[in-house]
């Protein structure tokens, strides 16, 4: 048995949910829900599109409950050709705001250079290590680099390259990660990403996107590590 609340849902006979799994949208919360067993330790939220919308909802869950130790931002994303290929899984070793910051008639200056922050967040490297192996030994195709978080899903090739040449050796792409990133930081709960890849970085060809294919993929990642938390602890 599951309760349902809004668009909370949590397995009832856990005490003290500890893994918060927060997506953008409910198909993406329903793959995630799939693949996890009811007698485990996640909540699950759809927290809204865009880093915004995701901040303030991971916020409000963390803030509520006390007992969370890992906070996932997690869904569907665009994989960067060369790096992350449509149906195989990414696992950000960091998060980056790609855009945000100025644009001048030259170039696009970053947040840093701007000396308003960082546009990078950490992710928890003990728990990234873990998940990492967990998910590379249920066969599951998994590339571990860093995942750019966009408000504006990129639609061009020029668009494409000039995020490519921002971030060395980036993943993919997403618009929630930085946003939920940030929620954890305040309230100092451990963070990671991971996105199943239903599109490329590109030109936009909605008709190509493979999003039933990426929802599988998510389902059973979650499959494979629904069992995390506890080991975490043996
Ligand atoms: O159209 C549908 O049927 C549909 C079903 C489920 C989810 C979607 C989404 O579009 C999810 C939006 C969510 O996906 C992430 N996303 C996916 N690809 C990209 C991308 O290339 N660039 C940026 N974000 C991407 C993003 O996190 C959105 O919140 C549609």
Redesign the pocket.
Known sequence: MTQQKNNHIQADNCLAPRILVVT??D??RDAVLRGLDENTSFTVIAGG??PAAAAVSTALELAASPSYELVISA?????FSGAAELGTLVLADVVIAADLGAETAERFIPLDELGFGSASLPVSEAWRERLQGVIRQSGLPLHVGPVLT?ST??GTAETAGLRASLVPGAAA?????YGVAQAAAKLEVPFLEL?SI????GPRD?AA?R?GEA?QVLSEAFSAIRFIAKEMHQ
């Not at 869904?75 to 994989?79: F, K, L, Q, R």
């Open positions: 953008a949208v198909a993406e599109v865009g869904g569907i994303g665009g994989g966009v899903a990129t792409e997403a618009m929630e990660g996105r239903s599109n490329a970085v909605r996107w999003i929802m």
